[in-house]
């Protein structure tokens, strides 16, 4: 039995690994839900599509910029398993907020007026819910697992995020959005049973005040990781890494109504692409490097994503789909004799994603002290955060300018080159402190 099969027998790992699993899965089933109905259910415009695909992405990640500062320091100065049961607890309101904006959209009543707005309220709120669970879905992991288990725990954790995104893709694809709105509330439900299963994680060093103010939180949260040159490099990469993952999920939907004129289901099955491979790279990495957290071959993974990213560009930008019946089916997309080509470009870019960042995440849980691992993880996801609305908002800007989407996807391509700098540049400070140690 393998390190990785091991942890999902045990209780100190898989109640914690079915909570994530059930709260990606329901974030995603809402919010590409509710997209995707958006798109192509109410709006017949490319610029204002995209705009609200793009301002539906910056809403969710608004509240790491906020309020991860307060929830690193929550998570390392209380009991992490309590925290995450309150999390859960108040997920089960939000999604009854979410399902009622979904059943009023369906119904058509009020639909621009307080249907949208209250869809995007949910989401924001969704946000706020995964910013307090963010930094202690990783940092949990050093204090009910091995030193030699964290890089498989975290690998586990991060491919079964994916899988979740991948079921709740497809279901938010084929079934119709009123089964949505019953079924996010069922998942929350669920969800908290779950997690409380999940064994105490109490602090592990002193108890500080916690400071309430964002700003001053979040500055001195970060600056504590800056003289820690491997994590902060760490910080960086992974920040680029999910500005280039925010940037495609942005274009996806957009890009395969009015570029590949295909219909929602393909564009579901962009998501569920992508979110299989990054899970393939999760959980393959760690193969490769043997349990030893390392960032040997993170500038090869994003070479090779960027690479992918500009095959699934030039594939695109020829498409040439025939179709019948307005909008290409997934049926009819698959036989297109381009489609397998800008399938396997679209893997390939989530399976070398995934085999970038997983090891990274493991830094930032293994390089430093337990009792600073949440919040380490609060700092990641607030630089995270800006860089994905910096992306976000590149994309409202460029959009706003008149760029097509299809010549967007060539940002993601040249923000590759800078993961691999920052890669490069980690590696050489692993290696450097390995061999004073």
């Known amino acids: 039995m393998t390190t990785t099969t091991r942890l999902l027998s045990r209780k100190r790992f898989l109640p914690l690994f079915c909570t994530q699993l059930l709260n990606a899965f329901n974030d995603n089933l809402y919010k590409t839900a509710m997209v995707l109905f958006v798109v192509y259910s109410v709006y017949n415009s490319e610029d204002r599509e995209a705009m609200f695909s793009a301002v539906a992405s910056a809403l969710f990640i608004i509240p790491f910029v906020l309020l991860s500062a307060i929830a690193g320091q929550l998570a390392d100065m209380r009991d992490k398993a309590r925290i995450i049961r309150i999390v859960k607890l108040c997920e089960i309101g939000i999604m009854v907020l979410g399902a009622f904006g979904l059943f009023l959209a369906w119904r058509g009543i009020a639909v621009d007026a307080f249907a949208i707005p209250l869809l995007l309220f949910a989401l924001l709120l969704a946000g706020i819910q995964s910013t307090f669970l ?216 989530a399976i070398s994603g995934g085999m970038f960042v997983v090891p990274l995440y493991a830094f930032l849980t293994t390089r430093v002290a337990p009792e600073y691992a949440s919040r380490t993880i609060a700092a990641n996801n607030i630089v995270n955060s800006l860089a994905m609305v910096g992306g976000a908002l590149l994309v409202i800007a460029l959009t706003a300018l008149g760029m097509a989407v299809i010549e967007q996807v060539l940002l993601s391509a040249a923000m590759c080159l800078i993961s691999a700098w920052l890669g490069r540049r980690l590696y050489r400070i692993e290696c450097a402190a390995d061999a004073v140690a």
Do not use: C
């Open 134 to 349: 963010g930094p202690i879905k990783y940092a949990i992991l050093p204090q009910h697992l091995r030193k030699r288990e964290v890089l498989a725990g975290t690998g586990l954790v991060e491919a079964g995020t994916y899988i979740a995104i991948l079921a709740g893709t497809i279901l938010a694809g084929v079934i119709p959005v009123e089964y949505v709105a019953g079924g996010i509330m069922v998942t929350a439900v669920v969800g908290y049973l779950a997690s409380r299963q999940i064994p105490p994680a109490l602090p592990m060093g002193e108890i500080e005040p916690i400071d309430w103010n964002v700003l001053r939180s979040s500055i001195r949260l970060i600056a504590g990781t800056m003289h820690d040159r491997q994590v902060w490099y760490a910080i960086l990469a992974i920040s680029f890494f999910w500005t280039i993952g925010a940037v495609l999920f942005i274009q996806f939907p957009p890009l395969a109504k009015n570029v590949l004129m295909a219909s929602k289901e393909v564009a579901s099955l962009f998501l569920v692409v992508f979110s299989i491979g990054v899970a393939i790279g999760s959980v393959g990495i760690n193969t490769l490097l043997r349990n030893v957290v390392s960032a040997r071959h993170a500038p090869v993974s994003v070479i090779a994503m960027g690479i992918f990213v500009i095959g699934f560009y030039l594939i695109a930008r020829g498409w040439s789909g025939e179709t019948t019946s307005g909008l290409l089916s997934i049926g009819e997309f698959v036989v297109q004799p381009m489609a397998p080509l800008l399938l396997i470009s679209l893997l390939g870019i």
